[in-house]
Nanobody, 124 residues
Framework: QVQLVESGGGLVQAGGSLRLSCAASGRTFSSYAMGWFRQAPGKEREFVAA????????YYADSVKGRFTISRDNAKNTVYLQMNSLKPEDTAVYYC?????????????????WGQGTQVTVSS
């Protein structure tokens, strides 16, 4: 079991940066790939980024590639999402989750232990 808590969201102007953190508890944290997802009002939850259990492999949605960077520090039981060059369309609640189930990393159905989410609002 892994429990996750996201933090670091806030209000930022277009072009600005934020770093989101996902703090995990549980001894099995390092055994799982981790992902970031986001959900805007009236929209489905969508994949943003994922990272393998070792941190050696990363994956990004086309919409954030080149702007966002996912990383993890297993010694600190924390995964991060560095968000640069933010755009108004990045506005959403951002969620961290663990890849419990086999399957595509971009599908929310394959993740669990969802955090409470952190709001990111980008003004134009």
């Amino acid at each position: 079991q892994v429990q996750l808590v996201e933090s670091g969201g806030g209000l930022v102007q277009a072009g600005g940066s934020l770093r989101l953190s996902c703090a995990a508890s549980g001894r099995t944290f390092s055994s799982y790939a981790m992902g970031w997802f986001r959900q805007a009002p009236g929209k489905e939850r969508e994949f943003v980024a994922a990272i393998s259990w070792s941190g050696g492999s990363t994956y990004y949605a086309d919409s954030v590639k080149g702007r966002f960077t996912i990383s993890r520090d297993n010694a600190k039981n924390t995964v991060y999402l560095q968000m640069n060059s933010l755009k108004p369309e990045d506005t959403a609640v951002y969620y961290c989750a663990a890849h419990y189930h086999s399957g595509a990393y971009y599908s929310p159905a394959n993740f669990g232990s969802w955090g409470q989410g952190t709001q990111v609002t980008v003004s134009s």
